[in-house]
């Protein structure tokens, strides 16, 4: 059972980072293409390889990601464990692209997994015990933190910019600021990938190795396969998440749009490089576009999709325990 339980998880972790990159494509393209800085189809082939590339680089940051946050019962109890979180996982991305609304991919996963782990649980097995710990350092303080101050940035850079491009025509100020969101793209890209790819290549990890596998001599096929499978999803694009990005939530321009790359960027690098902390590449992507697009003179965003977004936010971690908890008690034969 082990073997075919293994398998079934790899499975699943190529369905969720194939997922990841379809959902999240839009965090990159999303402004690129609203602004005309780059073609659709254009847009998403530089998405994709810099996703491939970031994920290909993320695979030295497990140190810290592998022994914090991901544990699950010895044997086939924690593979158990890590079918339902995945299924959750998957199961509640699937539903917000359907309705067009960006979330956390990251949330998802950490949620589900609190959610299996206490099912598993209730049915003898043991688990990591500080979930609480693992709930806030994960998934309420990066929701809390890093939103918050991208927009914050985001709104005061957007004026410093403003006035630095004062004397120049705007016509002249928008076609270089469209070329630097070309690079803005593939820099969106690699810190996605640097981001999330860790927690798929955690899970591969996990699954295959099991939690007292050596973090720092990852196997290379693990990291091409998270690669491979996040670097397909973002080929596909999720349309109707870059649509609710580029054109419901907030009305912008090629500064702004600049400026929310540039702010979303900076969030990706030190988040992941320095202070090797998990955020959120949609909160941080769609709270920047919000800092950039409310500086404007007239009212910008829209106020009911955004109380929307807010709400699916805090309801993603809750609805993927839920998930996670009813997946891992139905599975729990399995197990056995």
């Not at 005309?36 to 290909?56: E, Q, Y």
């Not at 959610?115 to 015990?129: D, F, V």
């Not at 959120?280 to 007239?298: D, E, M, P, R, W």
């Amino acid at each position: 059972m082990t073997i075919a339980l293994t398998a079934v998880v790899i499975v699943f972790a190529s369905v969720f980072a194939f997922l990841n990159g379809f959902r999240d494509a839009s965090n990159a393209v999303g402004l690129t293409v609203r602004t005309r800085a780059l073609t659709p189809s254009i847009a998403v082939v530089l998405a994709a390889g810099f996703n491939v590339v970031g994920v290909l680089t993320s695979a030295w940051l497990l140190t810290y990601f592998g022994g914090s946050w991901l544990a699950t019962p010895d044997g086939d109890p924690g593979l158990v464990v890590l079918v339902a979180t995945l299924a959750s996982g998957s199961l509640w991305n699937v539903f917000l692209w359907w309705r067009g609304y960006p979330s956390s991919s990251t949330h998802a996963l950490v949620g589900a997994l609190v959610g299996a782990t206490i099912g598993s649980a209730l049915r003898g097995h043991a688990g990591p015990g500080d979930l609480a710990g693992v709930l806030w350092i994960q998934v309420w303080l990066p929701l809390i933190v890093s939103p918050l101050l991208a927009f914050g940035v985001a709104f005061f850079l957007t004026s410093f910019v403003t006035w630095l491009v004062r004397y120049s025509q705007p016509n002249e100020a928008h076609r270089a600021l469209r070329a630097t969101q070309s690079v803005g793209t593939a820099a969106v890209a690699f810190g996605h990938g640097l981001q999330d790819g860790q927690r798929i290549i955690a899970v591969l990890v996990l699954a295959t190795l099991g939690s007292h596998g050596d973090w720092q001599a990852v196997p290379m096929w693990i990291v091409a396969l998270a690669a491979l499978a996040l670097g397909a999803g973002t080929l596909f694009g999720g349309w109707r998440i870059t649509y609710t990005l580029s054109h419901r939530l907030v009305r912008t321009d090629p500064l702004r749009g600049f400026v929310a790359q540039l702010v979303s960027t900076i969030m990706l690098f030190f988040g992941a490089i320095w202070l090797r902390w998990p955020l959120s590449t949609t909160h941080t992507v769609t709270a920047s576009i919000l800092g950039a697009g409310t500086n404007q003179k007239f009212g910008s965003v829209n106020g009911r999709l955004l109380a929307r977004l807010i709400a699916f936010w805090i309801l993603t971690p809750l609805a993927t325990a839920a998930l996670g908890f009813v997946f891992a008690l139905a599975l729990d034969p399995l197990s056995h």
